[in-house]
């Protein structure tokens, strides 16, 4: 395994996923049946909490760990998201990273209509609401975190 640099990178500079996923549990069916499914069949590598993260470790030090490796943060809008405290630290976690959002180290996914905080709101999102533009959605997200690995 490569030393890690304080940016959670390999020495080389390369990131050990190219996304993290942020959700709520209470929407791991969507993710763990759809979202990974399609990602993975991109040859996109993910980090999941329930199956990347270290068993026994601390969950906060889990989800920087996750955070600081991936390219990408995927944070899955709903309204059991927005609800739960965990989500809101890993979010708060990703957006740490790159403030701005000029590096768009975080990738908003609207997985419902939901009332967005505004440090949400201000970001725009990719939405898979509509059953009917679900491919053209998962074309850009793929898009979009294929394109960090040449930046």
């Not at 069916?29 to 990974?36: A, E, F, I």
């Not at 898979?128 to 850009?140: H, Y």
């Given at each position: ?99 701005a959002a000029s590096q768009r180290r975080m990738l908003t996914l609207l997985l419902e209509p939901c009332s967005l905080p505004l ?33």
């Amino acid at each position: 395994m490569e030393p890690q640099r304080a940016d959670g990178c390999a020495a080389s500079g390369a990131f050990m996923y190219d996304a993290f996923i942020s959700y709520s549990h209470r929407d791991g069916q969507w993710v763990h049946d759809v979202l990974v499914p399609r990602l993975e069949a991109a040859k996109l590598r993910v980090c999941i909490d329930d199956r990347d993260f270290t068993p026994a470790a601390w969950s906060l030090l889990e989800m920087e760990r996750a955070v600081l490796q991936s390219r990408k943060t995927l944070v899955v809008l709903t309204s059991h998201y927005l609800d739960s405290e965990w989500t809101v630290f890993e979010s708060v976690l990703a957006q740490t990273l790159d403030p701005a959002a000029s590096q768009r180290r975080m990738l908003t996914l609207l997985l419902e209509p939901c009332s967005l905080p505004l440090r949400l709101s201000a970001l725009v999102y990719l939405s898979f609401t509509d059953a009917g533009r679900l491919d053209a959605s998962f074309a850009s997200l793929i898009g979009a975190v294929r394109r960090a690995r040449t930046q």
